[in-house]
């Protein structure tokens, strides 16, 4: 057999197009022969050198060599790339026959130098990271001058020690609360791999009664030149802002990456901007043939509410105006009863006669949310050639882009107290009784009562809906659910389960009311001791839902986002279509497991 096999090397030989008609036995390459068992039958003096070691191993499986996966690409491509003791190889098989039975002959291409030349290529890439104190003006008003320079100090002086013992790249002051920072792509990774530990870092740096201050990170990788990076990184910085704050977005040329993002952030007490807008609103407005409002799917109080106050001022000032509104599915049915009874129902269309009305010069308004995939009807917005957006969700990557005005305010509380605000600049005409009430609902809602998320300006705006009419007993009343859903609701929460300190319950309930429930019954599950936040999941449509929410210690939209949703981080949801109830129940628990055990 030894005289066959030799002969069956020596055919092989034969074919091989080599200028030197060099044997197998004399190639440089190591060579190995097996038989359909996998079992070693020859193999040439380097082979038995460079890859056994000087030991030899015939009739031994060839297991040591190639797993399942190496063999499925060889048996389907005749080549494959291995690593073995430390070298990299290509490897490629040729078949033959001796006496009838088969052999796999294999030759091994060492490429282990240019597989470390292409890693330190990948490594050694460049990449640069924009760093911003946040909101540093706000978080030092008041402060004395020595003050002042203590606490910049302080914190800069965290930053560049992190920068200098993290990497071996460079730091630089471009401003008093922003740095550039440049590095390799091997010291991001270690960055990335301690999740930006300078955002505990300066978080956890107390400067008395102000607290401690926060960063927003905005990093770019992967760019073909260190130009490419920044404006990488400038992006990922927007996209960091407008979620919040308080994290680090990591940005390739597709795709982003979040860390960080527990704090609550510092309110900004200027309204410059809200006046700015609301100018250009209004120019919009006046050269506009016509004026579209619409929310999001299932439109709370919060997104249709802010639609009738601006369907007022549009009105106000001369211009047809419709909110498009899928009126079976609104979670606001109580405030649309009122609107009609107002005699202002013809004022709300559905989204196939808004259709009709589209032409060149319309003006589509969306509000309380900028994710083309959560609204009423996409097919209105893809007709719309002007669109503007006004929302306070905190950013996702599939923001909607090209928007004439993207107002987007993640420390707001509402879009309800965002639109109250560009209101008091166009006009207090522009707010009678029913929209006061409207716009105040709204803001109750997404504070739960003046709860969470409510800053100065929450109740600014709300002092001046009060002042506009609004009666915050007519107001509560939109609030009040009937005896079928205060059921629902109950069975829902007697259902839960804690896990994680969070509270996980479900219904498989498909009424009309589910939905309310469910997000009553998440908030309710937040008035139990040690409940961090609160999960309900219920189906609707054919899918499962997941309403989410929290006291602000947890962030459920980096949650949520990770089953396909968002929203801000106190309250958020998801919609999970091709899943059944237990396994998008499964899903929700993994999340919370490799998130929870994530240092922040």
């Not at 039958?41 to 460079?50: K, P, S």
């Not at 008041?142 to 302080?154: P, V, Y």
């Not at 404006?231 to 979620?243: E, T, V």
């Not at 968002?566 to 899903?587: C, I, S």
Request: net charge negative; glycine share 8%.
């Amino acid at each position: 057999i030894k005289k066959d096999i030799h002969a069956f090397v020596a055919g092989i030989s034969a074919q091989l197009d080599s200028p030197a008609s060099e044997t197998l036995t004399g190639l440089s390459l190591p060579v190995v022969v097996a038989d359909k068992d996998g079992r070693i039958v020859w193999y040439n003096e380097t082979f038995r050198n460079l890859l056994l070691g000087g030991v030899d191993a015939y009739g031994d499986r060839h297991d040591f060599l190639f797993d399942e996966d190496t063999l499925q690409s060889l048996s389907e491509s005749r080549m494959a790339e291995i690593e073995y003791d430390g070298r990299y190889y290509t490897v490629y098989e040729s078949e033959g026959e001796v006496n009838g039975s088969p052999l796999s002959v294999f030759y091994f291409i060492d490429k282990t130098l240019l597989h470390k030349t292409m890693r330190e290529y990948e490594l050694s890439r460049p990449a640069v990271a924009i760093i911003l104190i946040d909101s540093l003006d706000e978080f030092l008003k008041n402060a004395r001058d020595s003050e002042r320079a203590a606490i910049t100090g302080a914190v800069e002086s965290v930053i560049e020690n992190w920068a200098l013992d993290a990497s071996n790249g460079f730091i630089r002051k471009l401003a008093n609360d922003r740095f550039i920072f440049a590095m390799e792509e091997r010291h991001l990774r270690g960055i990335i791999q301690n999740r930006f530990e300078i955002l505990d870092k300066v978080r956890s740096a107390q400067f008395g009664e102000r607290g401690g201050a926060t960063l927003s990170i905005g990093v770019g990788r992967g760019g073909a030149t260190l130009h490419d990076c920044e404006d990488m990184a400038r992006a990922a910085l927007d996209m960091a802002l407008g979620r919040g704050g308080d994290q680090a977005a990591v940005k390739t040329k597709d795709t982003f990456e979040f860390f960080g993002g527990v704090s609550k952030g510092i309110e900004k007490r200027t309204k410059v901007r809200s006046r700015v807008i609301a100018s250009a609103l209004c120019e919009l407005i006046e050269a506009s043939e016509n004026v579209l409002i619409m929310g999001h799917r299932f439109a709370d109080l919060d997104a249709f509410g802010s639609a009738c106050g601006l369907l007022k001022a549009v009105t106000e000032m001369g211009h047809s105006s419709k909110i498009v509104m899928t009126g079976a599915q609104s979670l606001a049915l109580p405030l649309l009863e009122r609107m009609k009874e107002n005699g202002g129902g013809s004022a709300v269309i559905e989204p196939n006669e808004a259709m009709t009305l589209i032409t060149k010069n319309t003006l589509l308004i969306i509000v309380d949310t900028h994710r083309a995939e959560f609204l009423d009807s996409k097919d209105v917005y893809m007709a719309c050639k002007t669109v503007v957006v006004i929302d306070h969700h905190r950013k996702t990557v599939d923001y909607i882009d090209g928007a004439v005005i993207f107002y987007h305010e993640p420390f707001a509380s509402s879009a309800s107290e965002m639109v109250t605000e560009l209101l008091q600049y166009m006009g207090e005409r522009m707010v009678g009784k029913f929209e006061a009430e409207a716009l105040l609902s709204g803001i109750m809602l997404d504070t739960r009562n003046f709860v969470l998320r409510t800053g100065v300006r929450t109740f600014e705006a709300s002092a001046f809906l009060r002042g506009r009419g609004a009666d915050p007993v007519e107001v509560k009343r939109l609030f009040s659910g009937s005896m079928e859903v205060y059921k629902e609701r109950a069975g829902i929460v007697a259902n839960a389960e804690i896990y994680k300190d969070c509270a996980i319950s479900g219904t498989d309930s498909e009424s009309g009311d589910t939905r309310i429930a469910a997000s009553q019954a998440a908030d309710e599950l937040l008035s139990i001791s040690d409940v961090r936040a609160s999960f309900v999941l219920f189906e609707s449509g054919g899918e499962v839902n997941i309403s989410a929410r929290s006291l602000g210690d947890v962030n459920v939209q980096i949650i949520m986002e990770a089953l396909g949703g968002g929203g801000h981080q106190t309250m958020a949801a998801a919609q999970l279509p091709g899943d059944t109830f237990e396994t998008a129940r499964q899903k929700l628990i993994k999340v919370i497991e490799d998130i929870g055990g994530k240092k922040r």
